[in-house]
């Protein structure tokens, strides 16, 4: 049976903090070939990507700004989208530079590409300073991409050195669907790394789904995770624009921290996400400490009322 959560100990919740402490992702570009529902992101067809990806003029600054990310300790770099390899020379020329500081890079990628030999080639060897693939495929994906195609991909990315990780998306609890597609997953490449999520309604699968509304609540009750959050560091938008994590929070530019952007430089929005006081204390101790706090100051806040 597929686990949809997990449980870690401090020493884990430790070593994740850390290691968003040590990262900045990228968002190349909202567009994406594929139609998933289940994505997590506002993605928009790929006809449209000049008008939502990132300026070129941007990423040559963020390619030379690698040197100081690293100066204030980054060590990996996230290049996500959409589908970022719509971006392809961006994509080699930030993982070049990210090379050349000492920072790693990991690519998160649909595989659209994958099709053929010809193409899966010509991406492959295009990105030759990409450490590390994630691949997206699940019974979301399938529709579109073969699991073949999938396999030939990943075989393909780790003759080259490079490592590959295949992210599962899948209901939570997991369907018969989801667990059949993963025995597959495993029959057909049972050597590499499988992570598994479980879907969220944020993004295209938000809009998948009409919110239901909240049940009511005693007094007191709060509806928020309890455990500290395990963001994975900062994430520049195609815009410029920034937000704290890549998680739910990516399509929306009403958070207090969309208020920092790219334009005083890499360095700078890192050190604004480090030392903001309000994301230390969601990374310290979670949400439900702050948002009962809020309710015992302010009982008609909207965040105490849920």
Same mark, same amino acid.
């Given at each position: ?19 968003? +402490? ?28 000049? %008008? ?47 090379? +050349? ?31 590390? $693939? ?9 529709? +579109? ?28 609890? %997991? ?51 309890? $455990? ?67 309710? +015992? ?6 965040? %105490?009322?849920?």
């Amino acid at each position: 049976m597929i686990a949809t959560s997990i449980r870690m100990t401090d020493a884990d919740l430790i070593l994740l903090q850390r290691a968003g +402490e040590r990262h900045v992702g990228f968002s190349l570009t909202k567009a994406c070939p594929l139609s998933c529902a289940h994505c997590s992101a506002a993605t928009v067809p790929a006809s449209m990507r000049r %008008a939502v990806s990132m300026p070129a003029a941007l990423v040559r600054r963020c390619c030379a700004e690698m040197p100081a990310l690293a100066a204030r300790g980054v060590r990996a770099i996230s290049l996500t989208g959409g589908e970022p390899v719509l971006c392809l020379d961006d994509v080699a020329a930030l993982s070049r530079a990210a090379r +050349e500081a000492g920072i790693r890079t990991t690519l998160v990628t649909g595989l659209y590409w994958a099709a053929g030999p010809a193409s899966r080639r010509r991406v492959i060897a295009a990105l030759p300073d990409v450490d590390r $693939w994630n691949i997206s495929w699940d019974r979301f994906h399938a529709a +579109e991409v073969r699991l073949t195609d999938v396999a030939h991909a990943a075989r393909a990315i780790r003759d080259t050195g490079a490592a590959v990780t295949i992210r599962v998306a899948v209901d939570d609890p %997991a369907t018969p669907e989801d667990e059949a597609m993963y025995d597959r997953l495993v029959d057909a490449i049972p050597d590499v790394e499988i992570v598994v999520q479980s879907v969220r309604p944020v993004g295209r699968a938000g809009g998948a789904v009409p919110p239901a509304d909240p049940p009511p609540r005693a007094a007191g009750d709060v509806s928020a995770p309890s $455990w500290p959050c395990l963001s994975t560091g900062p994430l520049v938008m195609p815009d410029g624009s920034a937000r704290p994590c890549c998680s739910s929070m990516i399509d929306e530019p009403d958070h207090p921290f969309a208020a920092r952007t790219a334009a005083d430089g890499l360095a700078a929005l890192h050190r604004d996400w480090t030392d903001d006081p309000l994301l230390l204390l969601l990374r310290g101790i979670g949400f439900a400490p702050i948002i009962r706090l809020i309710g +015992e100051i302010a009982p008609d806040h909207a965040l %105490a009322k849920g």
